[in-house]
């Protein structure tokens, strides 16, 4: 089998034999009670895992710095980078068994996001002191609702994922809390209904975090594009890796 085949068939089996563990009814009831959220410190498999450690290393010179005081700072690689050097991300990204899975969580259909999202699927580094990115939330540019599945693959840091429930629920108090996310481990929200941060790194730390973004409906107002793909372009991955599907996936200035 070639490396693409296996790449893109591999994670399915084990992650449906893993999941096959799982009460979900509980977790479902979890995410309900939570306004949208779930937290798991076991999640993949641990081969899963192994993968995303050797994708991270095979993407590692690419990666995209930004630094955005009182926001954010850090480095992100996009996916577009990701389908020309490390594939198996985006296999896992459609298997079947944890789509389906996510659904059954969220208890609605889910929608990969279109194939000129830069953010569809990414992964962020959290590698010098004090990269991290402050309170927000991970709103919704479709006609839908956007969730986020953040999944951890390195982490030697003292960084927290730190989250607010409720926030945007009028009955409700607020309820905060705070989770490492290790190697394996997952979150996955309504990215307009959790309030959340990643605390400053520290020295001599390395976190690196896997990001898949599923939409409910795909639809996207070409205004809402554009300031969606700014935000992206300034915020995360730069000009070239958020425009770069349009450049026939070359890097360069992006002329013909
Ligand atoms: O690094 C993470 O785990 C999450 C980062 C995040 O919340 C974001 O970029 O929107
Ligand atoms: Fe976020």
Redo the contacts with the bound molecule.
């Keep these: 089998m070639s490396a693409v085949a296996d790449a893109e068939r591999g994670p399915d089996d084990a992650v449906a034999r893993k999941f096959a563990s799982f009460d979900d009814a509980r977790l479902r009831q979890a995410f309900v009670d939570q306004g949208s959220f779930l937290f798991m410190e076991d999640f993949l498999p641990r081969e899963v895992t192994q993968r995303l450690v050797e994708a991270v290393r095979a993407v590692q010179g690419e990666v995209h710095r930004n630094y955005l005081p009182g926001h ?1 700072q ?1 480095g ?1 690689v996009s996916r577009h980078t990701i389908d020309r050097m490390a594939p198996f991300i985006a296999g896992l990204y459609r298997s079947p068994a944890l789509v389906g899975w996510l659904e059954k969580l969220c208890g609605e259909p889910l929608l990969p996001s279109p194939d000129d999202d830069p953010h569809a699927y ?1 992964l ?1 580094f ?1 590698t010098r002191p004090g990269d991290h ?1 402050g309170w ?1 939330y ?1 709103t919704s540019y479709y006609d839908g609702r956007r969730y ?1 599945l ?1 999944l ?1 693959v390195v982490d030697d840091s003292s ?1 927290r ?1 730190e989250y607010r429930l409720h926030t945007r629920t009028p009955q409700r108090p607020p309820e905060s809390g705070a989770v490492r ?1 290790p190697p394996g481990g997952l ?1 996955f929200f309504d ?1 307009d209904r959790l309030q ?3 605390t400053p790194a520290g020295a001599g730390e390395e ?1 690196v ?1 896997l ?1 898949f973004e599923y939409v409910t409906n795909a639809g996207m107002r070409p205004w809402r594009r554009f300031v969606s793909n700014m935000k992206d372009a300034v ?2 991955f730069g000009f070239r890796q958020t425009f770069s599907r349009l450049q026939g996936g070359r890097s360069g200035d992006g002329r013909p």
């Design positions: 954010k850090g992100s990414a962020y959290y990115i927000h991970d986020t953040l951890g960084c994922l996310l979150a990215g959340h941060r990643i976190r975090s990001t915020a995360y």
